[in-house]
């Protein structure tokens, strides 16, 4: 069993910046691969980037845009997802998630068996 543990969510104004992180037990992390996911009010939760194991990276194109960075510490069992430029548009409950099994490129829920609890993110117009 895995568990994750999302923080850094806040109240932000719109053009700020926060950084997210997920913290995950156990002792093979460097095994997983990492998700993260959002869920705006009102709608279904979509995905937001991925790091692979071996290090390989996914963002959703249009809702990132390159103003969001996955990245991962081992050492720590820890991802992070580096958020800038926010729009009122990224107000949204955000999850980790974990696939033991490592895969690339993986960007549906279904594809991830641990979940955290999430972390809330409000941006401010």
């Known amino acids: 069993q895995v568990q994750l543990v999302e923080s850094g969510g806040g109240l932000v104004q719109a053009g700020g910046s926060l950084r997210l992180s997920c913290a995950a037990s156990?002792?093979?992390?460097?095994?997983?691969?990492m998700g993260w996911f959002r869920q705006a009010p009102g709608k279904e939760r979509e995905f937001v980037a991925a790091i692979s194991r071996a290090g390989g990276i996914t963002y959703d194109a249009n809702s990132v845009k390159g103003r969001f960075t996955i990245s991962r510490d081992n050492a720590k069992n820890t991802v992070y997802l580096q958020m800038n430029s926010l729009q009122f548009e990224d107000t949204a409950v955000y999850y980790c998630?974990?696939?033991?099994?490592?895969?690339?490129?993986?960007?549906?829920?279904?594809?991830?068996?641990?979940w955290g609890q999430g972390t809330r993110v409000t941006v401010s117009s």
């Open positions: 998630a974990a696939d033991p099994k490592g895969r690339s490129g993986i960007r549906r829920e279904y594809e991830y068996d641990y």
């Open positions: 156990g002792r093979t992390f460097s095994l997983y691969t």
